[in-house]
Nanobody, 125 residues
């Protein structure tokens, strides 16, 4: 049974930092893309960032580029999202996702096969 467990969310003041982690288990994730999406209050779920298996390819939403950084540790089946210079508009539930298909782009929901339960990030002004 595949499980994705996110951690690291919380309450932080604007300008602060948080580091999210997502540990995957239950099968081999060799070749899988790992990504982060978020859903803010009253908003649809949106792409945040993703990283290929090798780490050589990464993608970021324009809204987080230059503030967020994604990385992964394949030995631990874990993906990280370092979030700096947080803004109130970054407030959302952040979801981890993993997927094998390469048909869809990294920014697309269609690329991902498994999803975590989410971790809340709240940025106060």
């Amino acid at each position: 049974q595949v499980q994705l467990v996110e951690s690291g969310g919380g309450l932080v003041q604007a300008g602060g930092s948080l580091r999210l982690s997502c540990a995957a288990s239950g099968r081999s994730f060799t070749g899988y893309t790992m990504g982060w999406f978020r859903q803010g209050p009253g908003k649809e779920r949106e792409f945040v960032s993703a990283i290929s298996w090798s780490g050589s390819n990464t993608a970021y939403a324009d809204s987080v580029k230059d503030r967020f950084s994604i990385s992964r540790d394949n030995a631990k089946n874990t993906v990280y999202l370092q979030m700096n210079s947080l803004k109130p508009e970054d407030t959302a539930v952040y979801y981890c996702a993993v997927g094998l298909t390469v048909i869809a782009p990294m920014q697309s929901f269609l690329r991902y096969d498994y999803w975590g339960q989410g971790t809340q990030v709240t940025v106060s002004s």
